[in-house]
């Protein structure tokens, strides 16, 4: 069974940084892409980063580029978002999500961490 | 960015009649070299994280119930419950993976009448 469980989140000040971690079990983790995904209260879902499984390639949203950089650590089976210069707009639910096979969409996802930018 | 639109915002359908969503997109996600549309759907209940119901449109995934389906093609797709039932209120999401980034619509909210 594929679990992914996310930590990092919390409370932080505009320009404040943050690090979110995914501990991925259950599948061949450096097989997959991953994705992280995010949620604003009360609103849709917004995709934020992915990256291939190797690590050797990865994307952004526009609204994050230059402040957000994504990871993995392969031999861990773990994800990693490292958030700086974060905004009041930031605020969100952050979903770990596994991508399918042969396709971005995702077959999986962690139950999130809620960040909260705030002065 | 590809637009992906749905409609209704939400819905409010009798317990055994049928849910239709739709899901426009700005552009095609059909890719000619494989024959595919990149488009998926999801379920969301409050408080849950997403759950993929759908792929390539009209796939679905093991263990979705089979009243659940997808359809279209190109720009226009359509999620379809062909006979709502009181687990499936929640927000229906479409998605585009045809292009980076990845876009989702806004979400349609089904509700029982």
């Known amino acids: 069974e594929v679990q992914l469980l996310e930590s990092g989140g919390g409370f932080v000040q505009p320009g404040g940084s943050l690090r979110l971690s995914c501990a991925a079990s259950?599948?061949?983790?450096?097989?997959?892409?991953m994705s992280w995904v995010r949620q604003a209260p009360g609103m849709g879902l917004e995709w934020v980063s992915n990256?291939?499984?190797?690590?050797?390639?990865?994307s952004y949203t526009d609204s994050v580029k230059g402040r957000f950089s994504i990871s993995r650590d392969n031999s861990k089976n773990t994800l990693f978002l490292q958030m700086n210069r974060l905004r009041v707009e930031d605020t969100a639910v952050y979903y770990c999500?596994?991508?399918?096979?042969?396709?971005?969409?995702?077959?999986?996802w962690g139950h999130g961490t809620l960040v909260t930018v705030s002065s | 960015d590809i637009v992906l639109t749905q409609s209704p915002d939400s819905l409010a359908v009798s317990l055994g009649e049928r849910a239709t969503i739709n899901c426009k997109s700005s552009?095609?996600?059909?890719?000619?070299?494989?024959?595919?549309?990149?488009l998926a759907w999801y379920q969301q209940k409050p408080g849950q994280p997403p759950r993929l119901l759908i792929y390539w449109a009209s796939t679905r995934v093991s263990g979705v119930p089979d009243r659940v389906s997808g359809s279209g093609s190109g720009t226009d797709f359509t999620l379809t419950i062909s006979s709502l039932q009181a687990e499936d209120v929640a927000v229906y999401y479409c998605?585009?993976?045809?292009?980076?980034?990845?876009?989702f619509g806004q979400g349609t909210k089904v509700e029982i009448k």
């Open positions: 990256i291939s499984g190797s690590g050797g390639g990865n």
């Open positions: 998605q585009q993976y045809f292009d980076t980034p990845q876009t």
């Open positions: 552009q095609s996600v059909l890719y000619s070299f494989d024959n595919k549309n990149y």
């Open positions: 259950g599948f061949t983790f450096n097989s997959y892409a």
């Open positions: 999500a596994k991508e399918g096979s042969g396709g971005s969409y995702i077959d999986s």
